[in-house]
């Protein structure tokens, strides 16, 4: 009876490991370059869109007006929100500890802003560019000098 449980098990475990293999992920960009080239123009286009700015001719508010507008912003925030599951991808993943969740903060900061884009509601769009901010500040802190190194 263990004999042809062992088996069994044996016979059940390997199918599970029959299924087609993920392809090859091979990055292109190193740490630095995804930031400078994928994560820090979309966030700017995240803060770029919600609050307001005011000078002495008035105020400006900084919304999107069309629908168009709220659809950039709502990409942009998604490309913020997958960044962060690139950066938790060897060779970029600094350690499994604070870099996971700092990396895993930006995944939810980023659908926070995409959500808020998708709802037109401005000042959920003005809090998660907070919250993105904050993450990427927290990340900086503590990581920034090994990026740039």
Not at 114 to 125: G, I, S
Request: net charge negative; charged share 20%.
């Amino acid at each position: 009876m263990r004999i042809t449980l062992l088996v069994l098990l044996v016979g059940v475990m390997a199918g599970c490991n029959s299924g087609p293999q993920p392809p090859p992920f091979k990055p292109l960009l190193d740490t630095k370059a995804l930031m400078e080239s994928v994560i820090d123009p979309s966030a700017d286009v995240v803060w770029g869109s919600a609050g307001q700015i005011i000078t002495a001719s008035g105020t400006e508010d900084l919304r999107p007006t069309t629908e168009e507008g709220w659809t950039n912003v709502r990409n942009h925030a998604a490309i913020v929100a997958e960044a962060g599951n690139l950066l938790m991808m060897v060779p970029r993943a600094k350690d499994g500890d604070e870099w996971m969740r700092l990396s895993q903060a930006m995944v939810d900061t980023g659908a926070a802003a995409m959500r808020a884009a998708e709802a037109k509601n401005a000042d959920q769009l003005f809090q998660a560019g907070a919250d993105i901010y904050s993450v990427c500040s927290n990340c900086h802190v503590k990581y920034l000098m090994e990026i740039v190194a």
